[in-house]
């Protein structure tokens, strides 16, 4: 039986690890939700400012008309305003912090997905869009997703958004254990 020998962290793996902790990334999602209601006035959130993007990135394409016509644009105004910032906020901040930590990389298939549904490509990238469009689907339909209403409404103690987060993690829950079962689990016990 080989022994294995652990060596002490260098300077440039203690750099690689970030220690997310709850408690700090909790306070600074709090404080960040303070200074966004504090400065615009609008709660934090991202389907809404990924459709006002949207119906903004349609207007070339469809024209501004058939845009401005559209049930659902009338409702969430098509602009480039601050939530626009936010989202691009969460894409740079997910950026950075995963250069800092040295974890960035581009991995089209997951090894976890890789592992029980097989390296397909399209099937990754199907999976991928379905389960995208029903999440915005969806949280259209809530009035917020999960940031809207898992941060900014649980702050605010609004039911519907504490009703609509426990049913958020219960269904993820599910679905995932679901999805990413073990199928030699039971055989094990």
Known sequence: MAASIETAPTATTRRARTDWTPYLTGTGIGVLSWAAFAIVDDPLGITTAFSAVAGFAAMPLVGVDRVWRNSYWTQTVP?????????????????????????????T??????????????????????????????ARLAGGCASGHGISGTLQLALSSWMFTILMFGTAILFGSFLFRNPGMKERR
């Open 109 to 138: 298939v997951p090894k976890a997905w890789r592992q029980r549904f097989g390296s397909s490509l399209a099937r990754r990238y199907s999976a991928a869009f379905l389960g995208g469009a029903m999440e915005m689907y969806g």
């Open 79 to 107: 602009s480039l305003s601050y939530g626009s910032l936010f989202l691009l906020g969460v894409i740079l901040g997910a950026l950075a912090a995963s250069l800092r930590a040295s974890q960035f990389r581009i991995e």
